[in-house]
């Protein structure tokens, strides 16, 4: 069976890697490499896929992780924890039209929103990192 401690280190490893994938699509189609921008693109939707079901089973089994930190670190974390999760819950219907107007290749419309939907997945992934970070090592519990 596998340990269900190890998940939110697994979700950060994905919204890393689903980054990074993001990050080098982009680059590729800037330099009109389409084809490689696709598989990109293609691969971080996949991960991010990966993550959502990897975060869900995490806290169906386990619940929230309470943070333990104090001060203004509290203020920081609740203010990047707030636009992560607005910010998420808005890129997915975008994130899934973008992918459906580039795999459709309708350039003009998936430039348009692809605009918008970047930058936020973006923001979305290294923000997930982030809370990891303050959650677990930043300001874990003492055990």
């Known amino acids: 069976m596998f340990p269900l401690d190890l998940l939110p280190t697994v979700n950060a490893l994905l919204n890393a ?8 699509g982009r680059s590729y189609v800037k330099r009109g490499m389409v084809q490689k921008h696709k598989a990109f693109m293609i691969s971080a939707f996949s991960v991010s896929i990966l993550f959502l079901v990897s975060y869900l089973v995490y806290h169906l089994h386990h619940g929230s992780q ?27 219907p975008m994130v899934i039209v973008t992918l459906r107007r580039g795999l459709r290749r309708d350039d003009r419309l998936h430039k348009a929103i692809a605009k918008w939907t970047f930058p936020v ?6 923000t997930g990192v982030v809370i990891y970070v303050m959650l677990y090592h930043l300001c874990a519990p003492v055990t």
């Open 17 to 24: 890697t689903s980054a990074l994938l993001l990050v080098v």
């Open 66 to 92: 309470p943070f333990q930190g104090e001060g203004v670190v509290r203020f920081i974390y609740f203010g990047i924890l707030l636009s992560h999760t607005i910010l998420a819950a808005a890129v997915v």
């Open 121 to 126: 997945w973006t923001y979305v992934s290294v």
